[in-house]
């Protein structure tokens, strides 16, 4: 997208589209993401009707955002600048992914209690080997 239209008459013309944010908006980026971390791992916890798609693309907007404002930065920068940041996402991002095993650990036990009554609803007795003489 050119913003020539916007541009005095003075000055040319600058592609704002290929700009890189500064390092400064790397807090606000990690403190969204933060929320969002934060949000999703309440949510799985307390709410049976949680929307976990909604989320999933939340969390992936965040890392859009993040991984624009990251291009041309140095890795030296990042860390120096936002260490206390990274460490409190990671350690959000631990729990959150107790939460989100705990979630389909509870889905995989469902299913499988599901799959048993629907076995044990179809196995009642008349179609099995033993009716025929076969199990002995």
Known sequence: ???AAYA?????????SQDVAP??????????IEVAIDEETTGLRTEPGFDIKASNARKSRHLYELTRALKGIAETDVLAGHRDGLRRLR?????????????????SEV??????????????????????????
Not at 23 to 32: C, D, E, P, Y
């Open 1 to 3: 997208m050119s913003y």
């Open 8 to 16: 005095p008459p003075s000055q040319p013309a600058r592609d704002l």
């Open 23 to 32: 390092t400064g908006n790397l807090a606000a980026i990690i403190g969204r």
């Open 91 to 107: 350690g959000k991002l631990a729990a959150n992914e107790a939460a989100i095993q705990a979630h389909l650990n509870a889905v």
């Open 111 to 136: 299913a499988r209690l599901m799959q048993n009554a629907i076995q044990h609803a179809e196995a009642d007795g008349t179609y099995s080997a033993g009716e025929f003489g076969w199990a002995r």
